[in-house]
């Protein structure tokens, strides 16, 4: 007998509908940000790839997210979950292509789809690179941009957290900042 949508099934006298049986074996997520920690890096490569560029790929993934998060069901499997952002990723990159070029692209193609599933995200350096730059920094400039970019604190809250003035506080980040872009510079040459 095949069991349909709407028709449950008895297990050792517990019914379970067949939504649970689909996804039986497969891990489904907590919540939204543990959708969004499993794709974002797929996603942002995919973009990038596409793009050529970091400022659209960060702007087409956030958008990607933006569409696909309120529809999608927290039940859904991961593959589920994938395929429909990837879904997701054509339309907004159609988007992109009309809106900046009036080109019509409509898939990725095979081999992005392939690679959308397949490859493993990449350890970014970037935690490290910022961990260097910021130990080469006075005991307050590091405090204030730890703050500021690393806590996501306000200039209002950094200031009261360091126990000085805003003013203070904001020319503390001016001068870190200018610090560590001219760490960074001689890095680079």
């Not at 054509?90 to 095979?110: D, I, K, S």
């Amino acid at each position: 007998m095949r069991v349909g949508a709407s028709e449950p099934v008895l297990r050792h006298g517990v019914r379970i509908e067949c939504s649970d049986l689909r996804n039986a074996g497969v891990a489904v997520h907590q919540d939204w940000e543990s959708i969004y920690r499993d794709n974002v890096d797929r996603l942002y490569r995919l973009m990038f790839a596409r793009v050529g560029n970091k400022p659209d790929a960060e702007d087409l993934t956030a958008e990607v997210f933006k569409l696909a998060l309120p529809p999608l069901r927290l039940s859904a499997s991961p593959p589920e979950i994938r395929a429909y952002l990837f879904a997701t990723a054509q339309t907004v990159l159609a988007n992109h292509w009309r809106r900046r070029f009036g080109l019509e692209v409509t898939a990725l193609g095979p081999e992005a789809e392939v690679a959308w599933y397949d490859a493993p995200g990449d350890e970014s350096r970037a935690p490290s690179e910022v961990a260097k730059v910021l130990a080469g920094l006075p005991d307050r400039y590091r405090r204030i941009l730890e703050l500021r970019f690393l806590e996501s604190m306000s200039l209002r809250e950094a200031a009261l957290a360091m126990g000085v003035s805003v003013g203070n506080a904001k020319v503390l980040q001016h001068r870190a900042l200018r610090l560590a872009a001219a760490q960074i510079e001689e890095v680079v040459n």
